[in-house]
């Protein structure tokens, strides 16, 4: 964009440039220079070398700007004050800013060109600033226009004038080419809460700048157009703005690290030209990603960098990209062929050779050097070299483990079927070990049997392991891991004491299985089913847990429920009864002797019936394909609430049977709720559950209990009252009265009894009014992650508190929560994480993820159990309580909570609040 036509009237330059003979004389001017001309011998000058950068005495190595600080004082870009200051604080004036624009352009050498006496028409700018800023119009940098338009009765001279916010991102998106990219970005509204403040101009440069991570809002989101830009915001803005630019100053070499030795930097750049440069004691190395100070030894070959030198000293290196552009090979070493600079490695059985390159490093693991003639033969070993370079030869070796023999115990974390290794948790040092497996290994099961079947071990399982030169020839299965699986068949036979079941598998093989203790039943609408229930026939599906049945789900048939038949007539000699449903629908039945008759609670034998159940009373029936199981006068009715009106006093109900019915209810009646003394029958809603008890003429009810089923953690368990302090999901407390031991159910233990209600552990509570009906223990899994399949929806859990490994089928219905968050899948958790795992109230897979931190102990205070922690930053919470079963360790060795001392290091993980785990440095 080119401006020379924008104001007609002003004299021709030498130079080449328009402008208007104006003196200036403004002594607040003459003050104001913050960037001195290139010729004043008080400050660094952009002709200064760059193997040395200013120390600015008030930009400290903390300042949040000092990356981009030194950066562009390395470029010659930004100068300092008489005595080394920078004054990072203070505004930049536009002069100043445009100054800045033009160096990183790289233009000062064209800018100098002109005229010193160069002045400007209504521009007034200070004399060291006016070649910049004619440069500036004549090149489209700045429009004379818009710039004298915007002078109105601001006595101050334009030059002097702190640069705003919107004005720096027009002059930076033009000094790097992105006009078009703001013209673009115009159309486009604003992010920033303030946009409403900007000038008519500024809202493309503004999104353009956004856009490219040049500028960003503040705290608030609020950009701030008209706010001061400081001398540590220009020089951040321009530095960012850097990557985008085509044309830089002849300081910048942009390439990929080939080699660093002996404080020789050597790179290449896309052309495949080399170059070297020497690092010295003032060298200053970044890493982009962070903007942090690092270490040369940082640098890898093939990383990009970004570096300013002078007559090949670098004087600032930036790490712009740490991905390694290498090939790599993995092996075991065979032989090492000195003389010709080659390498043969074992890989998978097949020996492989590769040439190695002269200046070829090696180093450990942990990147100490080491000499080509020491490595071991049989040593794990990572060979790379360049992508970059054709034909390229081994550059670098890496010894990963030297030949090793060993005898270990531990747990299978994974086996990798197509690399032929396996991966241990070992046991004594508490690291995963990876080991090539030996095609002569032997695998000895937990009943004494040894195969070479590696099928047979899984992950999870507890295991002895021998390695020898790096392979693993030997595992012994401790304690397999627990592993869940389903079979489906046709129920052939149950033994008499109930302990096994057969079944006809698809394929028509026959399967028996032990079943476990805790075992459930399920069949469809026959609440609290038991293996008494099963018949020969049904059609089955078990679930496995180490070949031993936890559940069956009858799946051929279900248990019909009618409720609310009413009774048309009963023929005893027959025993035939036909009833009445209420969608009018009539039914025969023929009863038999083994057909339950029920009566306020108290069973009844069959040739009782005909005296108490009479024409008209209404009945409920439980039936089983084409028999009757049970009858029972109908004296209470459980539902869903479909429709409520309280007007009419009516309430519909939708029935276990999926029957929609509607009932009077007793006016003025009241409404038994947990938690909520006097309820009315308006406190109830649609899609609650309620058991409604019939008056003696079974038409009207006459109490209503709500029902409620929800997961609590309990906080305490008191066995003489027999009293649970639990809370919610929400947080919100309760007490429960468990009064008798029949109430509670355990799956993971063979007692039933309120000692086995634990602090810290979860129970799903049915409530029934104000009565607790059911207490069930859930088994909560609490461990370590060790292994994730999203492919088969499992996680891999090694327990905190026994150290076995559960593989956990999580499926598609699930909750994962950190701090309270919700997490979106399952990939969001990763290995090593620690987690909480039960299911909700729904059956439905509910995890928490620990937060973890390293943090300082201060003391532990015996008498209330709690740990003290030195905070990290303000605001850190400093006072943590123990879980009741939390796993306190250094290694694999367990500790007490009095070991941790002032000054100790620890990582800990916390769960709602609690320390699950925390381990010793």
């Known amino acids: 964009m ?213 500028v960003n809002g503040m705290d608030d989101n609020k950009f701030q157009p008209a706010g001061s830009v400081t001398r540590a915001q220009m020089a951040t803005f321009l530095s960012r703005a850097d990557k985008e630019l085509t044309q830089r100053s002849d300081k910048v070499v942009i390439g990929y690290v080939m080699g660093l030795k002996d404080n020789k930097l050597t790179i290449q750049n896309d052309k495949g030209q080399s170059s070297e440069y020497t690092l010295n004691v003032g060298t200053v190395i970044y890493n982009a990603k962070d903007d942090s100070r690092i270490p040369s030894t940082t640098l890898k070959e093939t990383n990009q960098v970004y570096i300013i030198q002078s007559l090949g000293v670098a004087s600032y290196v930036e790490l712009t990209n740490d991905e390694e552009k290498m090939e790599s090979f993995e092996g075991t070493l065979d032989t090492l062929f000195l003389n010709q600079m080659t390498v043969a490695i074992n890989q998978a059985g097949t020996k492989v050779l590769k040439e190695l390159a002269p200046t070829v490093t090696v180093t450990d693991k942990e990147g100490r050097g080491l000499s080509l003639g020491t490595i071991q033969v049989g040593s794990l070993i990572e060979l790379k070299r360049s992508m970059l370079l054709p034909n390229a030869k081994i550059s670098q070796i890496i010894v990963k483990q030297v030949p090793l023999s060993k005898s270990a115990e531990g747990t299978i974390v994974s086996i990798q079927k197509e690399q032929n290794s396996i991966t241990f948790l070992e046991q004594t040092s508490g690291q995963n070990e990876t080991y090539p497996i030996s095609s002569k290994t032997s695998v000895t099961l937990p009943d004494g049997t040894t195969v070479s079947d590696f099928s047979k071990l899984r992950i999870g399982d507890i295991v002895g392991f021998e390695v020898k030169t790096n392979e693993v020839t030997a595992v012994t299965i401790r304690k397999q891991a627990d592993i869940t699986t389903n079979v489906t068949g046709t129920l052939t036979s149950l033994s008499e004491d109930k302990k096994i079941l057969t079944v006809n598998k698809p394929g028509s093989s026959l399967g028996a299985y032990f079943i476990a203790d805790n075992a459930l039943v399920t069949i469809d609408g026959l609440p609290n089913a038991g293996f008494f229930d099963l018949e020969v026939g049904d059609e089955l599906k078990l679930d496995l847990l180490n070949e031993k049945i936890v559940k069956v789900t009858v799946t051929s048939r279900s248990i019909n429920l009618i409720t609310l038949a009413t009774i048309v007539n009963y023929d005893a000699d027959l025993k035939a009864l036909t009833v009445v449903n209420d969608s009018g629908t009539y039914n025969a039945y023929k009863l038999t002797d083994n057909t339950a008759l029920k009566l306020w609670g108290s069973e009844l034998p069959l040739s009782n019936f005909a005296s108490q159940f009479t024409k008209g009373k209404k009945v409920d029936l439980k039936i089983s394909k084409d028999k009757v199981l049970t009858i029972e006068l109908t004296i209470q009715v459980e539902g869903i609430i479909t429709q409520l009106n309280t007007t009419a006093s009516e309430v519909t109900l939708r029935t276990s049977g999926g029957q929609n019915t509607t009932f009077k209810v007793q006016n003025g009646i009241g409404v038994d709720m947990y938690g909520k003394t006097n309820a009315l029958l308006t406190d109830l809603k649609v899609g609650d559950t309620i058991q409604g008890r019939f008056n003696g003429n079974q038409d009207v009810i006459s109490q209503i209990l709500y029902k409620k089923t929800a997961v609590y953690k309990v906080i305490t368990a008191n066995a003489d009252s027999r009293q649970i302090s639990v809370k919610d999901e929400n947080g919100v407390l309760n007490v429960f009265t468990v009064d008798n031991n029949d109430k509670i159910t355990n799956s993971t233990n063979s007692t039933h009894n309120f000692t086995d209600i634990q602090q810290d552990e979860f129970v799903k509570v049915s409530l029934t009014g104000n009565v607790l009906e059911k207490a069930e223990i859930l088994n909560t899994l609490r461990g370590k992650v060790t292994a994730l399949d999203t492919a088969t929806g499992t996680l891999t859990v090694q327990e905190l508190a026994t150290g076995t490994t559960q593989i956990v089928p999580v499926g598609l219905q699930f909750v994962i929560k950190q701090n309270g968050v919700a997490l979106a899948a399952l990939n969001a958790i990763k290995p090593n994480d620690r987690v909480e795992i039960i299911k909700d109230a729904g059956d439905k897979v509910q995890i928490a993820v620990a937060t973890s931190s390293k943090r300082t102990v201060a003391s532990y205070d015996n008498v209330l159990n709690q740990l003290l922690l030195k905070p990290n930053a303000a605001g850190d919470k400093s006072t943590y309580n123990f879980f009741a079963k939390a796993y306190l360790h250094k290694g694999t060795a367990s500790v007490a909570a009095n070991a941790f001392v002032e000054n100790e290091e620890v990582t800990l993980y916390v769960l709602d609040d609690k320390i699950i785990e925390i381990e010793k440095q």
């Open 2 to 214: 080119n401006n020379k036509h924008n104001y007609l009237s002003i004299k021709k330059m030498t130079a080449g440039l328009m402008a208007l003979s104006v003196i200036m004389s403004s002594p607040a001017y003459a003050a104001d220079p913050v960037i001195t001309p290139p010729s004043t011998t008080t400050t660094t000058s952009s002709s200064n070398s760059a193997s040395t950068i200013t120390q600015f005495s008030d930009v400290s190595p903390q300042h949040w700007a000092i990356k981009h600080i030194t950066k562009l004082a390395a470029l010659g870009i930004i100068q300092g004050y008489e005595k080394a200051d920078f004054r990072p604080d203070n505004s930049v004036s536009q002069q100043d800013a445009i100054v800045m624009a033009l160096r990183l352009m790289g233009l000062e050498n064209e800018v100098l060109k002109i005229k010193t006496d160069t002045v400007l028409g209504g521009i007034v700018v200070g004399d060291y600033a006016k070649p910049y800023i004619a440069y500036a119009l004549d090149k489209g940098l700045i429009n004379f226009k818009e710039e004298t338009e915007s002078l109105g009765t601001n006595k101050t001279p334009w030059g002097s004038r702190p640069a705003t916010r919107e004005w720096v991102a027009k002059i930076v998106i033009r000094s790097i080419g992105k006009e078009t990219l703001a013209q673009q970005q115009a159309a486009n509204s604003s992010t920033f809460t303030d946009a409403k403040d900007f000038s008519s101009w500024a809202v493309g440069y503004v999104n353009a700048a956004v856009s490219l991570n040049i």
